[in-house]
C-alpha cells in the first residue's frame, strides 16, 4: 500500500489523506472548492467545480496521474437541480470513455460546501 499526499489541500485539519492507493487504484478522498484561499471559492456550480477539479487534479499529479486515469467519480450536490449546468462543465474535464459516474443530492457537506467531488483512479 502507500498512500499519497498532498497536505496543501487539507486546509481544515481533517484526519484524513488526500488520497490512498492499493494495487494500482488511487482513492481521492472527497474535494470541496476551497482554493488557495483557504476558502470557499466560487459564486456559481462551474465556478465551484473547477475549483474542486484543481484540487483533484493536484492529488492526481502528485500520484503521478492525470484526470485521463480517473476511472470513477461520485458527485456530492447540495442544490441537486445545478446537475444540468455542472455536467456542461464536466465534459470539460472528462472526455470518452466517461469514467463511472454517481450524482447524489445532500443535506448538507463539510464547511458548508455545496459541491464535493470523490474520484478511483487506476494505473495502467
Do not use: C
Not at 5 to 21: C, I, K, Q, V
Not at 25 to 46: A, F, R
Not at 52 to 78: C, F, H, P, W
Amino acid at each position: 500500500m502507500k498512500r499519497v499526499y498532498l497536505p496543501s489541500t487539507d486546509t481544515t485539519g481533517t484526519p484524513l489523506s488526500g488520497a490512498y492507493e492499493v494495487s494500482g487504484l488511487v482513492y481521492i478522498s472527497g474535494q470541496i472548492h476551497i482554493g488557495e484561499s483557504k476558502q470557499l471559492e466560487g459564486n456559481t456550480i462551474e465556478e465551484k467545480f473547477g475549483v474542486a477539479m484543481t484540487n483533484v487534479g493536484k492529488i492526481l499529479s502528485e500520484a503521478g496521474l492525470t484526470l485521463a486515469d480517473v476511472i470513477r467519480v461520485q458527485l456530492y450536490l447540495a442544490d441537486i437541480s445545478e446537475l444540468p449546468a455542472l455536467n456542461k462543465e464536466y465534459i470539460k474535464y472528462f472526455q470518452h470513455p466517461l469514467p463511472a459516474r454517481t450524482a447524489i443530492g445532500v443535506n448538507a457537506l463539510p464547511l458548508g460546501a455545496s459541491l464535493e467531488i470523490d474520484v478511483i483512479a487506476a494505473r495502467e
